[in-house]
């Protein structure tokens, strides 16, 4: 049987992975970063720490979706992947890195694979360090806003208090479709990067009034704002290697 090891899979997008990779019939193994769970605790940042856990596990495929508690941690966004990345190498397994629209700039959205990062805050630099340490045998999967299973996003619209921006574009995907592909990808000979995002181009304000409307709450009494700069604006993307996953007005619907 295929061994699959999941890096925080206790995490919103690694537990639905996790999930949908025993649906698939691999044999399956997680890791996060805190006590307690089924899954392996790891502290990715601790290089000796991962080698070992990698050669007792001896998986065949590694989808890396494990992240700091902090945007800015680069001890474990970018260090933790390096050491990822190498033992997945000396493990001979084949690695999936899960990846983020925020490594660009946001200046000229939509953007397809060929794009460069060019990130403006600490989480995008982060997460572009983090880039390099992937092989060009490697799979490196970028995303956008992951909405579904009582994501943060969804939490924020039921804070009276908080604020959506209204040019923060974005092309969300629901995190079921997601994890589902990242597992088929996982399955493929596919290698460099692939872009994962929904049909449906919306600011994050456009994406709380549809999740309150799902909700039963008012829309007109989402907040929006005008992000200051530097943040990542418009982030669309656009895939040449995948097929286009369902748009957020479609999973968003009120049933």
Known sequence: MTRILITGASGHVGSVVARHASAAGLEVY???GSQGGAWHRLDVSRRQDVLGLFAAIDPD???HTAAGRRMDDVDVIAHG???VAEAARKSGARLVHVSTDAVFAGDRGP???SAGPCPVNAYGRAKALAEQHISAGDLL???SLVLGDGSKHERLVHDPGAVHYTNALRSPSHVEDLAQALVTLAGTGLSG????AGADDLSRYE????IAERDGLDPDAVKGAVAAQPYPTDTRLRSTRWPVLRGAREFLRRP
């Open 30 to 32: 997680g890791t996060q």
């Open 81 to 83: 992947t390096g050491h």
């Open 111 to 113: 953007y397809d694979e």
């Open 193 to 196: 990067i692939v872009h994962l």
């Open 61 to 63: 495929i590694v989808i």
């Open 141 to 143: 999967v970028r995303i």
């Open 207 to 210: 994406v709380a009034r549809l």
